[in-house]
């Protein structure tokens, strides 16, 4: 157990629906990632959040947001959803807002839209 | 985005070999990490590297981050069957977004 918290472990949801992806991180983490991981892209870096602010951006879609409460704990919210955005959504957490000793992974939320 | 490439792409390797696998990108960058991913679990780190040139143990692994600073090996020596899986190498130089290679996938055959 690694100590970061996704829910669910599982999701399966149909085009154009809207579904929430959780993430609790490690304790004492203040800082949280969302990576989305597919077949043909690999590990794709969407957002980071520090203690509540958005303080990275990558390739993010528009339809896709993300939020860090005052627990710490995030939320990835993805709409309109697609068949290409079946993949793998990882949450990380790590201490610092900077993360150069690495990340803490959680087990990923695998996401299958039909 | 930034083109990080891992070969070889998959080894099939018998236990007790010891396996070799790089890592090579278009820039160059300062932090280089080594994850290793199993089946339905996120990645785990296993090595972190930032000096050019340094060499890092850990355990049976050992890593060296290139004189460049544009590419890194990951060596594991006298494999065992829970090496199997996708080692991944990562890079940054901000700290906050890291880039993922494209993964080296792991079979050990017993």
């Known amino acids: 157990d690694s100590g970061v918290t996704q829910t669910p472990k599982h999701l399966i949801t149909a085009t154009g629906q809207r579904v929430t992806l959780r993430c609790s991180p490690r304790s004492g983490d203040l800082s949280v990632y969302w990576y989305q991981q597919s077949l043909d892209q690999g590990l794709q870096f969407l957002i980071q959040y520090y203690n509540g602010e958005e303080r990275a951006k990558g390739n993010i879609l528009e339809r896709f947001s993300a939020q860090q409460f005052p627990d710490l704990h995030s939320e990835l919210n993805l709409s309109s959803l697609e068949l290409g955005d079946s993949a793998l959504y990882f949450c990380?957490?790590?201490?610092?807002?900077?993360?150069?000793?690495?990340?803490?992974f959680g087990s990923g939320t695998r996401l299958t839209v039909v | 985005g930034q083109q990080l490439n891992q070969s070889p792409q998959s080894m099939f390797i018998q236990e007790g070999e010891d396996v070799s696998m790089n890592c090579t990108s278009s820039?160059?960058?300062?932090?280089w990490l080594w994850y290793k991913q199993d089946p339905g679990e996120g990645p785990v780190l296993l090595i972190a590297l930032y000096k050019a040139g340094e060499l890092t143990s850990n355990g049976r692994l050992t890593a060296q981050f290139g004189i460049t600073r544009k590419d890194s090996f990951l060596n594991i020596s006298a494999s065992i069957p829970s090496d199997v899986g996708i080692y991944f190498c990562?890079?940054?130089?901000?700290?906050?977004?890291?880039?993922f290679g494209t993964g080296t996938s792991l079979t050990v055959i017993p």
């Open positions: 990380a957490s790590s201490p610092l807002v900077q993360a150069n000793y690495g990340y803490t």
């Open positions: 990562a890079v940054t130089n901000t700290g906050n977004q890291f880039y």
């Open positions: 820039s160059i960058f300062n932090t």
